[in-house]
């Protein structure tokens, strides 16, 4: 699971562009969408939508579901864990 | 009368401000042009990593302008500064990068997708500096110093006191790129008029 979140820190960070965070910046639960945690907007919750299916094989088609998802990367993480059983 | 007060020139390898280079690209470092030209900046604002090379180029254009003379853009009100750009390449750099992106690697992107217009660099810049006046960005086949000098003047006389304008010709690794600052109250500066917007420009031969 750990590496698992560092995993994705990296393509959180390589597909958003987010140029100057590193992936021991992101807190595993710091909220991705607020200006307090790391403040990505709505384009970058589509960019984590394709970079669910493109890196883990993933479609997010329910939105309500990808809201609860997308919250921190530990809720991420726990998504990709149940859709992958 | 109105005049140019204010100039920025990036090509490929210098950065100038008024005809004075105050960047020139290290080869030897890790970081792309743009990116040494932002750090040489030295803002706050990551926002500027997400922009497509377009956006990134009016935003510094403009922020070199600014940092020169920081002085100048804040003296207006937001809706007193219109926006006047253009190129010829329209938003070809990312259309194509976007289109690599769903044909290639068959995961299109959004990010790149929201830059495929060449106006969204109009966004960033009002956005950046809460402009609220009119703006407008055209494609020409060529580099139009005639469509600066009418289209700058009709912003002039229908309620701009300033037109922040800039040809942003970028395509593939090429860059020409020159944005400048026309006051309608501000005589320290060059006469706005076709020969000076092309020495602003920096490739006069081409106009």
Redesign the interface.
Known sequence: MESLKEDLKKHIIEQLNLEDLQVSDIDDDAPLFSADGVGLDSIDALELIVLMEKFYGIQVTNPDEGKEAFLTINTMADYIEKKRI | MSFITAYCQISEVTCSVNGNVVVQKNEQSVDTWF?QLYKELALEY?KF??MDMLAQAGFLGSEFIKKGYPDLIPSYSDDEIALLFANSESSADTDIRFRDSYQDRK?????LF?YTLPNIVLGELAIRNKFYGENMFAVFPKFAPDFFLQYGNIMLASGAKAVLAGWLGILEGRVEVSVFLIEENNGDGLPFNKENIIQCAGWGDQA
Do not use: G, H, Q, R
């Open positions: 990116k990551p990593y997400k995961s299109p992107s959004p990010s929201v």
